[in-house]
């Protein structure tokens, strides 16, 4: 089985799924996560359950999980009580970066304390990646012709100039994470998340590729 973390409410990662459905795809969503049905021990990870696609699945079945959510939000969570949801939403995150972390499956990104889909950076620490690695930073981040260049791995999608392509490669490299995503103009960067845009089929099939041989 091949989980996606995302909210039922993300367009693109119900549509993921779809496209992703003869690969055994499901999407884990916060009612999923709320669902009865979780066991989960530090000490053996492997041994626990869990709920996707709104049916109980073992962990060891689970041969990859994508995080498409950077946390769980209590505006989500309308079938708790309104007082509970704030409380609720706080032990949710909590859960899934212990659970998430454990997991012996490749796990695209892994979390931080601070978002469950890798790091949490706001963009001046971006910019001072991009300075660590040698890269122009676009401050006129409006730039039509920038690049939408995805990393996934090794492999780079979207980049019509190899130092475009460098250029991610870089960031995901100092960022700690395997998907990431970069607006490039020229060699400069005008804006990077590690949540990037995979509506794009080439760069669904590197995630896939990527996500199968890992596992």
Known sequence: MLAVLASRFDAQA?????????HGAALCSAEDLCAPGWAFSVAQPAAGTAVIGGARADVRDLRAVLTRRP??????????????????AAEINAFLVA????LPCPVLNRPTPRSLS??????????????????????????????????CGDR??????????????????????????ARIAD??????????DLSNPEVRDVVLAYLEQSA
Do not use: M
Request: glycine share 6%; with cysteine; proline share 4%.
């Open 14 to 22: 119900v549509a993921l799924v779809e496209a992703w459905s003869d």
């Open 71 to 88: 946390a769980v939000v209590a505006e989500e969570l309308d079938f708790v009580e309104p007082d509970d949801r704030e409380y609720a």
């Open 99 to 102: 659970w998430l972390s454990s």
């Open 118 to 151: 890798g790091p949490s950076w706001k963009t001046v620490q971006w910019q001072i990646a991009a300075a660590r690695a040698g890269i122009e930073w676009a401050h006129d981040a409006a730039d039509a012709d920038a690049d939408v260049v995805v990393v």
């Open 156 to 181: 780079t999608v979207g980049a019509r100039d190899p130092r475009d392509a460098r250029a991610a490669q870089a960031l995901a490299q100092i960022a700690g994470v395997e998907l990431l995503g």
């Open 187 to 196: 060699g400069r960067v005008c804006a990077v998340s590690t949540n990037p």
